[in-house]
């Protein structure tokens, strides 16, 4: 598996990587086109095509925060799903200790993410935890907030979530 950080909407593969995000996460949950744009430039943030040789798979988008990574979005093409893709990209990235967000698992398929994630390594963080909005107008999402290898610290979510207000989300609209 080939991973291929894009830093401009210029790259070959921005157009498909852009037309999976799309498809993947609700409009509320995704950032705008300008700010994705802008975000592209910043050290922090990696926006990673994920190939198969040279067939694109999906992506994983995702900011370093000190020792962590913080997965904002990470996507599987709908068909090439069920081949195990998405154990094998949080393997190759668990150098690194990870953080990423999920609904809360009230239904079905809440509920199999939830167990997907807990299968590769990841725990439930006990903190009451509001994603802010992507689109002006809206509000934050309530989410749940996990973490691998191990639960956050205190200290630590709070470094996550003040990243998260202060940096990630700025100029989101």
């Known amino acids: 598996m080939r991973f291929e950080r894009i830093t401009t909407s210029n790259h070959p593969l921005y157009d498909e990587a852009i037309n999976l995000y799309k498809i993947s996460f609700p409009t509320y949950e995704q950032r705008e086109e300008a700010s994705q744009t802008k975000i592209l430039q910043n050290s922090d943030y990696h926006f990673v095509a994920l190939c198969d040789e040279d067939e694109f798979i999906g992506e994983i988008l995702y900011w370093k925060i ?37 609904d809360p698992p009230v239904d079905s398929i809440s509920q199999r993410r939830k167990g997907f994630y807990e299968r590769c390594g990841f725990v439930e963080n006990p903190y009451s935890h509001v994603h802010p909005p992507y689109h002006r107008g809206n509000s ?34």
């Open 66 to 102: 000190g020792k962590f990574l913080y997965v904002e979005h990470f996507c599987i093409l709908p068909t090439m799903r069920n081949r195990q893709y998405g154990q094998k990209v949080l393997e190759t990235l668990q150098d690194t200790p990870l953080i990423l967000e999920i």
């Open 140 to 173: 934050g999402h309530e989410l749940v907030v996990m973490s691998s290898p191990e639960m956050l610290t205190s200290d630590e979510y709070r470094t996550f979530n003040d990243y998260l207000q202060d940096v990630i989300m700025e100029n989101a609209y």
